[in-house]
């Protein structure tokens, strides 16, 4: 019998930790449809037509040409859905990345250099995390010369690094007391020598876990801040803002509202999904 290979491995694997399985396949639909949105989507998400309006002008119900109804401006809805994932997911990871890489550098080096460097890093991270995220996130895209994808990416980014900063100095905090590390110091090993062979590697399992975490908390703030206005500006299509035109339709066309919460409630549940299996399995290694 052959042995089996490494993607047989892989599935075998994900298939005994199903809650991890969910999410990632929650996950990959989304970004599946978010990279072929142009092949995947049934008309264009900017189109106007008067015809794909009711008789008084009232957006129209799912029916065979239009899956998931029509919204006000005779748009489809399920278009303009799968291209909002684009933009949804496009500033959520980004600024997961940005606010992860960013909460790594300040955590690391706040836990293995401690003293007053980790006081003024700490006291850094205290000052943002006294802000609301949303009230910060507001203040500072709505004094944006320019609202793009890339400037919201930044915007959320530098707000959410602090409490991942937290999680990683602690977890230096502990690594760096280790044996291997304090043998590594005896041994005459450079600072960037431990840090890179002995403890960055030892937190890979923390950052997927921050990682995840973050992915949902950045998509989260990003429909939120789209929902407030100060999201992507319109006429591009974004779950936050396609929940933000529904508003005035919520009694007469419901799904204007089901469909982009729907969708933001499997973004945001399938990371933390992905979280919770791995949380425990780190916590099951200790």
Request: charged fraction near 10%.
């Amino acid at each position: 019998m052959a042995p089996p290979t490494s993607a047989a491995t892989l599935f075998l694997a994900l298939r005994r930790r199903p809650w991890l399985l969910l999410g990632c396949l929650l996950a990959g639909a989304l970004l599946l449809a978010a990279v072929f949105a142009p092949q995947i989507a049934p008309h264009d998400p900017l189109m106007q037509r008067k015809e794909w309006l009711g008789a008084y002008g009232q957006p129209l119900g799912p029916a065979p040409d239009h899956l998931l109804g029509t919204d006000s401006r005779g748009r489809d809805v399920l278009s303009r859905l799968i291209f909002g994932a684009r933009i949804s997911l496009a500033v959520g990871l980004g600024s997961m990345a940005l606010a992860v890489c960013v909460g790594l550098a300040v955590g690391v080096t706040a836990g293995y250099f401690g003293g007053h460097v980790d006081g003024a890093l700490m006291r850094l991270t205290d000052v943002v995390m006294a802000f609301p995220a949303i009230l910060l996130a507001l203040a500072l895209a709505a004094v944006l010369p320019q609202r793009n994808v890339l400037s919201l990416l930044l915007v959320i980014g530098l707000i959410n690094w602090a409490s991942a900063a937290r999680i990683f100095r602690g977890e230096t905090l502990s690594l760096r007391e280790r044996q291997y590390v304090e043998a590594a110091r005896s041994l005459g090993a450079s600072h960037g020598r431990i840090l890179f062979r002995h403890v960055l590697p030892h937190l890979a399992p923390t950052v997927l876990v921050v990682a995840s975490l973050s992915a949902a908390a950045t998509i989260l703030l990003d429909a939120g801040l789209a929902f407030l206005g100060v999201g992507v500006p319109v006429p591009a299509p974004t779950w936050g803002s396609m929940l933000q035109e529904a508003q005035t339709w919520y009694r007469v066309a419901p799904w204007l509202a089901v469909w982009p919460g729907l969708a933001v409630l499997l973004a945001v549940g399938s990371f933390n999904l992905i979280a919770f299996d791995l949380s425990r399995s780190l916590g099951g290694r200790r």
